[in-house]
Every structure is written in C-alpha cells, then in structure tokens.
C-alpha cells in the first residue's frame, strides 16, 4: 500500500441506482428461504442470477446448481433462476413429483404471458433478444415451436421476412441496450405498421435505471469500471453505454480483476454493477482504489428505486 502522501489523486463517481433490482433480490432470497424450509441441498437449475460470488454464497449455504432438470434426484427441492423457464420444465417436474419453486422475475413472467396473449390471438411474434440468453429460451418456451422469430440486430429488423406481415407482435428481452433496442423497434414499426406491441416497455424498471445513470455518469469519466459477470447482458449492455458516452469501459467481476494499468493517466473514475451484483463487490472496488489513490468520491443518482415483488406462497405460508 503506498503511503498517503504518495497516493496520486482520483475522483470517483459512483454511479445510483446500480446493483441488485428486485427481481434478483427476490431470486437470491428464495433460494435462502428454502433451504431454511426444506434444508440441503436444495437444487437449483442454472444459476440462479449470473454472479460467481452470489452462486458460490449459495453453495457455500447448501445449494446444488445444474444446467438440467434431469440432473436432480427424485426427492429434492429445486429453484427455477429468475431468467425463467420453457413451461416444458416445471411440466416435467411435476411428472416427476418435484417439489419446486419458480424464482423467475415477476417482469419476466410479465413478457411470457404477453407471448401466449399474442400467440391466441393469431400473431407471430418477433422478439428482440440475444440467441442462447436463458431468458431467450425460457420466454421462446411458453409457446408453440415456430410462433416467435429472433431478432438480435437492426439489419436482422431491416431484413426480416414473415410469413404472414399483417398478423405480426413484438416483445424484447428485459435485459437489453435501451436505445439499441429503441432502435430495432422503431424499424419494425416502419416496416410493420400494425404490428402489436406491448402496452408498456418490456426492457425492465432497473435495466433502463442502469444505464440511464450510467448516461450521467460517463461523460465525465476517463474510465468506467463496471461490475458484473461476463454472461451477465445487462451488465455488458452498461459497458456498452459508457463506452458510447465517450469513456473507456472494462466489465470486471471483482476489484482483483482490476489491470491498474487501465488507470494510468486517468483523473476520473466511474464505477457502476448490474443488477446481478452485490454491492458488497461494489464497496471492494472503491476500497482497492482508495489503497493506491487519495479518492475524492460522488454519488451520480438518476432515479430512486422502491421496487420489492412478492415472495411465492409456497416459501411464506
């Protein structure tokens, strides 16, 4: 540790809200509840939210993370994660006589039923999503194989060709870039006047937030660290956004991935996670930066978030 007075100076921005949403609090928390209830192992199928420290927490608690129902033994609990599920998996479980609980994010759930709406009503659906997301796959899974296209990029929006133009909805993921996908909707609509869409925006309360502060945040930085896991899409989309806004951004999952190379030269900070990351990773990275640096820091706030979703009443009961 260099001694304070050999600290060169750095100001910090941190960004507000960033970190947990309550989708991923609840998720985390369902998991805790029941092995309180059932006790180990409780198993849970993919991992319950995309953050390395809050899985191995969780395993450390008693929980046993597979990729496929076919991996738990009769006779265990298990968690669906909050990226939701194909209705194949829960029907499965219940074949099998599983006691499960499905942690999936009630905002989620919010788009699977919209798809079967859409579906009833005749429409294909094209949906704005990332290939091979769980997210992807559980909301493609709540409806007929063929009824949904992927549209992953503007040129796929530009070029894509269904079947039957005037019978046609959108829904996107919940975890994408606010203007990419603004982007990708508007050419839909351009090129699919009565197209139905939902009655609100599907990208999430804490997604928008994010990035919104985010917005705020980075043309002030030289560099922008955000914390989050690689498989994590809003944690990448934030790096994007910095990265648009004119800074240097790195997506690293804790303060020991820093490269204090990338910091060489830089005055200003800024520091952010998605909504999959603690903030305890958050508190980690400022204190790695104030062992090298005399750090002057600030909060950038955008929003104030109250959001708290309803356990299952199978945990609270």
Request: proline share 5%; glycine share 6%; net charge negative.
């Amino acid at each position: 540790m260099l001694a304070t007075a050999d600290r060169p100076a750095l100001t910090v921005l941190v960004a507000a809200p960033r970190g947990f949403c309550a989708g991923v609090d609840r998720a985390i928390h369902i998991v805790e509840l029941a092995l309180e209830r059932w006790g180990a192992p409780v198993y849970v199928r993919h991992e319950i939210v995309h953050n390395k420290f809050v899985v191995d927490s969780l395993k450390a608690k008693g929980a046993i993370f597979v990729e496929e129902l076919d991996e738990v033994p009769d006779g265990v609990p298990v968690v669906f994660s909050a990226h939701g599920v194909p209705k194949a998996v829960p029907a499965k479980a219940e074949e099998r006589g599983l006691t499960y609980v499905d942690a999936t994010c009630p905002l989620v759930s919010k788009v699977h039923r919209q798809a079967e709406r859409l579906v009833a009503q005749g429409c294909h659906i094209l949906f704005i999503g990332h290939e091979g997301h769980p997210e992807v796959i559980g909301t493609f899974g709540q409806v007929p194989d063929g009824a949904m296209t992927l549209i992953e990029t503007l040129e796929d929006a530009q070029t894509v060709q269904p079947a039957d133009s005037s019978k046609l909805g959108f829904l996107t993921q919940t975890t994408l870039s606010v203007d990419d996908t603004a982007d990708m909707v508007a050419e839909l609509k351009r090129r699919f006047p009565a197209i139905e869409g939902p009655r609100g925006d599907d990208i999430c309360y804490a997604t928008s937030n994010r990035q919104q502060a985010v917005k705020a945040m980075a043309p002030r930085c030289d560099l922008v660290l955000v914390i989050g896991a690689s498989n994590s899409s809003n944690s990448q989309r934030l790096r994007e956004v910095a990265e648009r806004e004119g800074a240097r951004s790195y997506l690293i999952q804790r303060a020991a991935e820093i490269d204090w190379g990338w910091l060489d030269g830089v005055a200003t900070v800024g520091i952010t996670a998605g909504a999959s990351a603690p903030e305890l990773l958050v508190q980690e990275v400022i204190a790695a930066l104030t062992e090298r640096f005399t750090v002057s820091s600030e909060n950038i706030t955008s929003a104030v978030e109250e959001v708290v979703f309803k356990l299952p009443r199978a945990l609270t009961a």
